[in-house]
């Protein structure tokens, strides 16, 4: 099997030690080792790839990082030509780790359990995003978690008005927007106070950020539509990110659509069950009661 690993950016030595003892470990167990080469890290036996072409040179990758690391992996894996279920493999060094259930002193064990299928994965909805700007080439992104626009530079309110498949939703005046998959309603979404979002779902949430009318609710719609949204008005540094790994300014004229992709993200699960993920990791007590 050809196993990638993405290490966490700016990784500490432990990080790095991990990787060569995982990525050792499949290599002496027969696997073809690959490793991303910005990551300017080289385990013993593996083949350095750009991470413009990783997804075309892996059937699994292994990511050692938080949830961030997961998503740069997801959006690597998401540029295979042609498309291709490439499972992710999360390990946990990060914070939340709402993607990444598995613990460092259990990464050779669950490498080991994923590369003989005895580990069962999810499928999470994942975005296919087009940024048509006034001026210039459009371009075309993977999300999993989600799309934002906000103003990033000075505390002044932004117009955006937001469109599904051709009918307008509304206008919304407010510090930016997110527009989230289930999966990313943990993320941004949640500390917008948007809903969270069970990851079964093929939604999406349109989420308002310090909306100047208290009525501007987020709101949640179907999965398998378009959403648009441009801005109206002049506003200077408005900023449009992606999954939190892409930025570019966004200006009165452009536009960013928002659909569903056709291959999912495919990650591999633990055995607790997402409510248990949700106690854990958001705190929010024991559980039942008797």
Not at 67 to 93: E, F, H, Q, W, Y
Not at 197 to 211: D, F, N, Q
């Amino acid at each position: 099997m050809r196993i990638g690993f993405i290490l966490k950016p700016g990784q500490n030595h432990d990080a790095r030690n991990l990787l060569n003892t995982v990525a050792t470990w499949a290599y002496e167990q027969g696997h073809e080792t690959i490793v991303v080469s910005e990551d300017r890290v080289n385990p013993p036996g593996a083949i350095l790839v750009p991470e413009s072409s990783f997804g075309d040179a892996v059937d699994l990758c292994v990511v050692l990082g938080g949830d961030g690391t997961m998503l740069r992996a997801s959006a690597a894996v998401a540029k295979a030509n042609p498309p291709r279920a490439i499972p992710l493999l999360g390990i946990n060094l990060g914070r939340l780790g709402f993607l990444s259930p598995f613990e460092p002193i259990d990464a050779i064990e669950s490498l080991d359990a994923a590369a003989k299928g005895k580990i069962s994965t999810v499928e999470r909805m994942r975005l296919k995003v087009s940024y048509l700007p006034l001026v210039g080439d459009p371009v075309e992104l993977s999300a999993l978690n989600d799309v934002v626009i906000s103003q990033g530079a000075m505390a002044r309110l932004v117009e955006l008005q937001a469109h599904l498949n051709g009918e307008f939703i509304n206008s919304y005046r407010a510090d930016g927007l997110v527009v989230c998959t289930p999966t990313g309603s943990t993320a941004y979404n949640l500390a917008a106070g948007g809903p969270i979002m069970y990851p079964g779902l093929h939604s999406l949430a349109i989420t308002p950020i310090c909306a100047q009318g208290l009525t501007n609710r987020p709101l949640v719609v179907p999965g398998n539509g378009e959403v648009a949204i441009s801005m109206s008005g002049e506003s200077k540094g408005v900023v449009l990110t992606i999954d939190g790994q892409w930025a570019h300014t966004f200006q009165t004229g452009d536009r960013v659509l928002i659909a569903p992709s056709e291959a999912p993200a495919v990650i591999y699960t633990s055995d607790s069950d997402y409510f248990n993920i949700l106690r854990a990791k958001l705190h929010w007590g024991v559980g039942p009661v008797g």
